[in-house]
């Protein structure tokens, strides 16, 4: 028995369990009058892909029971698979903005969390057969483990106007942390073949999502009163964090048959398990304004740090058979554990003001910090063992490439605190540190 294909995009055999994205958290806008609380809803959690296994054939074991052949599978078109197996999780839901305004001593507002994103399931392809695959970026065999990223935090807003007392708060929601990879796994006892430019013979990997980005707060503090009583106007704004990467699985890839490709860069194995990156954290802002009156002013703003790049696993290729290219930059085995690098860290800014005629006194302390970046992910090993044959035919086509790459840690975000007016200022701006290198 046999399967064709003809046309682009059209896979011999493709089997996939893909989870649904979380759903959004809602926003929502408040008014009042002494208090005004408004709190953005939290995004959902992405939906986990399941384990997905797909056996052409049974490959036959050393000290076993015999092999069974598998059926030849044969797909002819650009971007075509002859057998793509994936396991692909959700997105989380993005976080619900919060809107605050308020008249009178209270104005608080905090964006919702990002959703998580899903897990996906272990990915496993066992070939005994046949396969072939012609066109461009058209793969023999794939087994991808493929996770969504977190979902973005919602942003605070608070706009309060007060007398005597005022206090002013806008908290930004946290990033969502990238789900975790599972397995991708490969196994060929048969032939694959593949012609065309970037048409891999057999294709492994294990992928992470992105933490989400943090979310933004701004704020905006106004003070009127009247007479000699003095007054307090405290303004607190703190953006979100950014989401954690998240981590993959291990790539493997044991080939006892045989691959040949031809192409441009047309990799004969590739094995990759690569995490994703630290969410931005958000920024944050915000201006405090006194009128008239003797007063104390508090402004303090501080801005998210960057979420931490995702840890990588293990990326292992063992080959007992033949691998051929025919191309250039056609390597024979690539193998490769790739961390994701640390978010940037916010940036925050602050003005603190006053509008007096002379007569009174305007007492500042203004405090900004920008968010530290994140700590890049650390990568794991890589292991290619060959005790066959690796042939390769073309300019700049290594044999074996094995990389282990550890990610950038993350920019630390800026700070920038201003008063002024006929005052006694104190004013403090923090950047934040860069992150460590995974």
């Given at each position: 028995s046999s399967i064709v294909t003809t046309g682009a995009f059209s896979d011999g055999v493709l089997a996939q369990s893909i989870g649904g994205g979380g759903g959004a958290g809602g926003s929502v806008s408040v008014g009042g009058i002494l208090a005004s609380v408004a709190i953005g809803g939290n995004g959902g959690d992405g939906g986990a892909g399941q384990n997905v296994t797909v056996d052409n054939g049974v490959i036959p074991q050393q000290n076993g029971p015999a092999g069974v052949a598998g059926t030849t599978i044969s797909s002819h078109g650009d971007n075509s698979t002859g057998i793509l197996a994936q396991s692909i999780s959700g997105g989380g839901g993005r976080g619900?903005?919060?809107?605050?305004?308020?008249?009178?001593p209270l104005g608080l507002s905090i964006g919702g969390n990002g959703g998580t994103g899903g897990q996906s399931g272990a990915v496993s392809v066992q070939n005994n057969g046949?396969?072939?695959?012609?066109?461009?970026y058209a793969t023999g065999i794939a087994a991808q483990s493929i996770t969504s990223g977190g979902g973005m935090a919602g942003a605070a807003h608070t706009f309060n106007a007060g007398a005597q007392i005022s206090a002013s708060v806008a908290i930004g929601g946290s990033g969502g942390a990238g789900g975790a990879a599972g397995n991708a796994s490969?196994?060929?006892g048969g032939m694959v073949v593949t012609g065309g430019d970037h048409s891999y013979g057999l294709l492994a990997q294990s992928i992470s999502g992105g933490g989400g980005a943090g979310g933004s707060a701004t704020n905006h503090n106004f003070q009127v009163s009247a007479g000699d009583t003095p007054s307090v106007n405290l303004t607190l704004t703190m953006s979100g964090a950014g989401g954690t990467g998240g981590s993959s699985g291990t790539a493997s890839v044991i080939n006892s048959g045989g691959v040949l490709t031809s192409g441009t860069s047309a990799h004969g194995i590739v094995a990759q398990s690569i995490t994703g990156g630290g969410g931005a954290g958000g920024s944050a802002g915000a201006?405090?304004?006194t009128v008239t009156s003797p007063s104390i002013s508090v402004t303090t703003t501080l801005a998210g740090k960057g979420g931490d790049g995702g840890a990588s696993s293990l990326a292992f290729v063992g080959n007992s058979g033949l691998v051929l290219t025919l191309g250039d930059g056609a390597n024979g085995i690539?193998?490769?554990?790739?961390s994701g690098g640390g978010g940037l860290g916010g940036a925050s800014s602050s003005d603190t003001g006053d509008f007096t005629d002379g007569k009174y006194k305007l007492f500042q302390f203004t405090v900004d910090s920008g968010g530290s970046g994140g700590t890049g992910g650390t990568a794991a090993g890589v292991n290619v063992i060959n005790t066959g044959g690796i042939l390769t035919f073309g300019d700049y086509a290594a044999g074996i490439l094995a990389q282990s790459v550890g990610g950038g840690g993350g920019a630390g975000g800026n700070a920038v605190a201003n008063g002024s007016?006929?005052?006694?200022s104190v004013n403090v701006g923090l950047g934040g540190n860069g992150g460590s290198g995974g």
């Open positions: 619900g903005d919060a809107f605050s305004t308020n008249f009178g046949v396969v072939v695959a012609r066109g461009d490969i196994g060929n201006a405090a304004v690539l193998a490769q554990s790739i007016g006929n005052t006694f």
